[in-house]
């Protein structure tokens, strides 16, 4: 583990933490929100096996990085994704972004372009954009997102409880695909976020990736859950895959938006596929 500083908040450095395990072509993963890079623990110990390099590591504001009040917007957020590549001088990398993350790997590739990248995942996607438009009905507007922000400041620990539900489709898979200690350690990472990053990271879901997406020009796959209640598959998954068709896009039958814990093995099938051969067709 190690830390890499990526600015100053008054008298604190803004400290971002990682891993860096094993050995091979280096992936990177960048987690989702209100988590942390603990939540791809199901993906960690196949990666690993199947001989990659895994980099790690936590947003700021989450995990175990620093908790300022500044930089939650995706242009820095992307910045800090940078500072991590170039500081570990990683080359031939697959980025592997998950939900808010998929917004930190399109604004990175729109901002630096793609010379230290081999390829890219996007799983349950923002882009090309999560705003409610008449091609995306189900996405948000500003009211969604201040009602979001409102739920956050009134009792984040019960909100959480909410969306962790409808995140993993409690009803569906509590006791099958999710045990309840999952459920309890998913809760503790999200209640552990800092309460200011959680509420300001809200805002982001209106960003739009028009002009990140034609920078996209190394392999992609694109995996979306036919069951996700946050991101729908009509509005995102199917959306980017027409955005970009050259890329490999698989739909996960039943996949809730967390599926990378609930359909742990179908993700897991697909993602050592696509590293193994990029550019083979499925």
Not at 114 to 120: A, K
Request: net charge negative; charged share 20%; with cysteine.
């Amino acid at each position: 583990m190690g830390t890499i500083t990526v600015g100053q908040e008054n008298s604190a450095p803004i400290d971002l933490y990682y891993e860096d395990q094993g050995s091979g072509r280096p992936v990177v993963l960048i987690h989702g929100w209100p988590f942390d890079g603990r939540s791809w623990e199901p993906q960690l110990h196949p990666l690993l096996a199947a001989g990659y390099r895994v980099i790690n590591y936590d947003r700021r504001g989450f995990g175990r990085s620093s908790r300022p009040a500044v930089g939650f917007d995706f242009d820095t957020l992307a910045a800090d994704l940078d500072r991590l590549l170039t500081e570990l001088d990683l080359r031939d990398v697959t980025l592997v972004g998950f939900s808010l993350g998929t917004g930190e790997l399109t604004r990175y590739m729109g901002r630096y372009g793609t010379d230290r990248l081999s390829s890219v995942v996007f799983i349950e996607s923002l882009a090309p954009s999560f705003t409610k438009s008449d091609e995306n009905p189900e996405g948000v507007d500003a009211e969604a997102v201040a009602g979001v922000q409102q739920g956050i400041l009134d009792d984040r620990f019960a909100w959480l409880s909410g969306l962790i539900g409808d995140f993993l489709n409690l009803d569906d898979y509590l006791g099958k695909r999710v045990s309840e200690d999952t459920v309890r350690a998913l809760w503790n990472a999200g209640a552990e976020a800092s309460a200011y990053a959680t509420w300001a990271c809200v805002p982001t879901w209106l960003d739009d990736y028009a002009a990140d997406l034609p920078h996209v020009d190394v392999p992609a796959l694109i995996l979306h859950g036919t069951a996700d209640r946050i991101l729908s598959i009509e509005g995102q998954g199917r959306r980017l895959h027409a955005a970009l068709p050259d890329a490999h896009y698989v739909e996960i039958d039943g996949g809730p938006h967390v599926m990378c814990v609930t359909h742990a093995g179908e993700i897991n099938q697909e993602l050592l596929a696509f590293l193994a051969d990029p550019t083979a067709a499925r």
